[in-house]
């Protein structure tokens, strides 16, 4: 099978300048693209987002609804990606920061990891309203990163500490009200320094486990929940995986930001070989709008990157926006 016939199939199965399509905060648009979330022939090739937002994670749902978080003041930003339209859910508060961003879509929560100051949180929001549902303080936390909802909880990185965060959750997804509890990173995974991005992006995987990439030293990685024990996905073909930040799964392949250092998203297919996993190197999604990409998230039949432009000059003023990345081969 060919690499885009193999793409094609396991998407099925389950430049422009930046648009200005910003609107008012009092703005509400809940259109979903359409009966199967895909917006059409008229889908923007990049969506506006607020000057000075500084974005880092971006997560989708329903439809073609996102939610897009910053660095600079804990805000959330919403809108439609077939629109093109952004208004503020949550609003910035003072120290407040915000990477990581995952929709649950039993409950319509926003989960966010992200910091005050130099405390760790994982906040839950209401993706309608705004509101914080749950705010859980994670001890001796150092960067929360990114963050995945499964069933039964939720579960963060660190990237400066090598253990994963689990909050759990009561059925049907609602936060528990517990304390997290944490696993530590063992077997084959390379031990951070405590100051470089270790461990970033985190989804879990068709049969239970984790994968996640290592901005530090490059590759990806397959974790078992229950232990934490770690082992490389060996991938094979294309230029090799030297670093990553954000990751998206979409059934059997898997979206990794940035997987060669470069502004484009590396496009990868999973195989389940035994007890474990490997990756073949498909093809680099990659546009001339893209600067400094850091996550994705898949909606209405395209991928959509956010653009942190890490390195901008002055970042508080500067522009930000999302580029759609169009699923073709």
Same mark, same amino acid.
């Given at each position: 099978?060919?690499?885009?016939?193999?793409?094609?199939?396991? $998407?099925?199965?389950? $430049?422009?300048?930046?648009?200005?399509?910003?609107?008012?905060?009092?703005?509400?648009?809940?259109?979903?693209?359409?009966?199967?979330?895909?917006?059409?022939?008229? *889908? +923007?090739? &990049?969506?506006?987002?607020?000057?000075?937002?500084?974005?880092?994670?971006?997560? !989708?749902? +329903?439809? &073609?609804?996102?939610?897009?978080?910053?660095?600079?003041?804990?805000?959330?930003?919403?809108?439609?990606?077939?629109?093109?339209? !952004?208004? %503020?859910?949550?609003?910035?508060?003072?120290?407040?920061?915000?990477?990581? $961003?995952?929709?649950?879509?039993?409950?319509?929560? %926003?989960?966010?990891?992200?910091?005050?100051? *130099?405390?760790?949180?994982?906040?839950?929001?209401?993706?309608?309203?705004?509101?914080?549902?749950?705010?859980?303080? %994670?001890?001796?936390? %150092?960067?929360?990163?990114?963050?995945?909802?499964?069933?039964?909880?939720?579960?963060?990185?660190?990237?400066?500490?090598?253990?994963?965060?689990?909050?759990?959750?009561?059925?049907?997804?609602?936060?528990?009200?517990?304390?997290?509890?944490?696993?530590?990173?063992?077997?084959?995974?390379?031990?951070?320094?405590?100051?470089?991005?270790?461990?970033?992006?985190?989804?879990?995987?068709?049969?239970? !486990?984790?994968?996640?990439?290592? !901005?530090?030293?490059?590759?990806?990685?397959?974790?078992?929940?229950?232990?934490?024990?770690?082992?490389?996905?060996?991938?094979?073909?294309?230029?090799?995986?030297?670093?990553?930040?954000?990751?998206?799964?979409?059934?059997?392949?898997?979206?990794?930001?940035?997987?060669?250092?470069?502004?484009?998203?590396?496009?990868?297919?999973?195989?389940? *070989?035994?007890?474990?996993?490997?990756?073949?190197?498909?093809?680099?999604?990659?546009?001339?709008?893209?600067?400094?990409?850091?996550?994705?998230?898949?909606?209405? #039949?395209?991928?959509?990157?956010?653009?942190? #432009?890490?390195?901008?000059?002055?970042?508080?003023?500067?522009?930000?926006?999302?580029? #759609?990345?169009?699923?073709?081969?």
């Amino acid at each position: 099978m060919s690499a885009c016939l193999a793409l094609t199939v396991g $998407l099925m199965a389950g $430049l422009s300048l930046p648009s200005t399509g910003v609107s008012g905060p009092g703005h509400v648009d809940d259109a979903d693209g359409g009966r199967h979330g895909a917006c059409g022939r008229h *889908a +923007p090739d &990049t969506v506006r987002l607020p000057d000075g937002l500084r974005p880092e994670g971006i997560t !989708s749902g +329903p439809g &073609t609804r996102y939610y897009v978080g910053s660095l600079a003041d804990g805000r959330i930003v919403t809108g439609n990606l077939c629109r093109g339209t !952004s208004r %503020v859910l949550l609003a910035g508060a003072e120290g407040r920061s915000i990477r990581g $961003l995952s929709w649950d879509r039993r409950t319509g929560l %926003v989960w966010a990891a992200g910091s005050v100051d *130099a405390e760790a949180h994982v906040w839950a929001v209401n993706g309608w309203s705004g509101r914080i549902v749950s705010d859980t303080i %994670v001890p001796r936390g %150092v960067f929360l990163n990114d963050l995945v909802v499964t069933r039964p909880a939720v579960w963060v990185t660190d990237s400066n500490v090598d253990r994963l965060t689990r909050i759990d959750l009561r059925h049907r997804g609602w936060p528990a009200g517990q304390a997290p509890s944490f696993r530590r990173l063992t077997g084959a995974w390379p031990s951070g320094n405590g100051t470089d991005i270790n461990a970033n992006g985190i989804r879990q995987l068709p049969d239970g !486990s984790l994968v996640l990439n290592n !901005s530090r030293v490059g590759g990806l990685w397959q974790v078992t929940k229950w232990s934490g024990r770690t082992r490389p996905i060996p991938v094979r073909g294309g230029p090799g995986a030297v670093s990553g930040d954000g990751l998206e799964l979409r059934h059997r392949t898997l979206f990794n930001v940035r997987g060669t250092g470069g502004d484009e998203v590396s496009v990868l297919r999973l195989r389940h *070989a035994g007890r474990g996993w490997t990756a073949r190197w498909v093809k680099a999604l990659t546009d001339r709008s893209l600067d400094v990409p850091s996550t994705a998230t898949y909606a209405g #039949r395209s991928l959509w990157a956010v653009n942190a #432009r890490f390195g901008a000059p002055s970042p508080d003023t500067a522009r930000y926006w999302i580029t #759609r990345l169009p699923i073709r081969c």
